[in-house]
């Protein structure tokens, strides 16, 4: 079993840092690259840092087909803070093997414009009392894949989007790698 991971990020990368140092401890599974739409993100810093090659696109080479061709030996898709919507001829090209992560408990605060800071500062002004992430597979709608996790977080009246964001990133880097490579096991045992 030799499976080949590719990351896709659109900004920081701390997630997409957290996946590529799981997967170089797990000795079948590897991220042989990170796949970025932005040329200025810190994920392309990170990548480089960790010696796994990166990839930069734009919008029209994202929605041509012909982007199948630069993951021709990827077995599974992970997103980790990947903020384009994921084109459906790549979605068909992987059923069931992109995996998505969440800064929030899908099914709330999910859809069109609900990522990153703006989950955060919605579920803030809304007075919620617990937020925190879920993992799933993607699919055709948006944030509507198969749930394969989720974990909560309590929120305090003194808290803020920042600190919110940084207690979601806490629970993101703690269960995201793992909760992958079980899925990925889990599927290939199937297979
Ligand atoms: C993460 O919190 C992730 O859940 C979120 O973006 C952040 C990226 O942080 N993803 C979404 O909002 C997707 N809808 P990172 O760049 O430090 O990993």
Not at 157 to 163: L, N, R, V
């Amino acid at each position: 079993m030799d499976i080949n991971i590719a990351v896709f990020a659109s900004g920081s990368g701390s997630n997409a840092e957290q996946l590529i140092k799981h997967f170089q401890g797990v000795s079948e599974m590897t991220v042989s690259q990170v796949y970025c739409n932005k040329p200025d993100a810190f994920v392309l810093e990170r990548a480089k840092n960790l010696d796994v090659p990166s990839l930069v696109f734009s919008r029209s080479e994202f929605k041509s087909e012909e982007f199948l061709a630069q993951l021709e030996s990827v077995d599974f898709i992970i997103l980790a803070g990947f903020l384009w919507k994921i084109p459906e001829y790549l979605i068909q090209a992987f059923p069931e093997k992109i995996i998505n992560i969440h800064p929030a408990l899908l099914p709330s605060y999910g859809g069109k414009g609900m990522y990153g800071s703006h989950v955060h500062e919605s579920v803030i002004v809304n007075k919620e009392k617990q937020s925190g992430i879920t993992i799933h597979l993607v699919n055709e709608n948006y944030d509507e894949g198969r749930t394969l996790f989720q974990a909560s977080c309590d929120i305090s009246p003194e808290d803020t989007p920042d600190s919110l964001a940084q207690k979601i990133h806490q629970l993101e880097h703690k269960y995201f790698p793992q909760i992958a490579e079980d899925y990925i096991r889990e599927y290939m045992s199937k297979k």
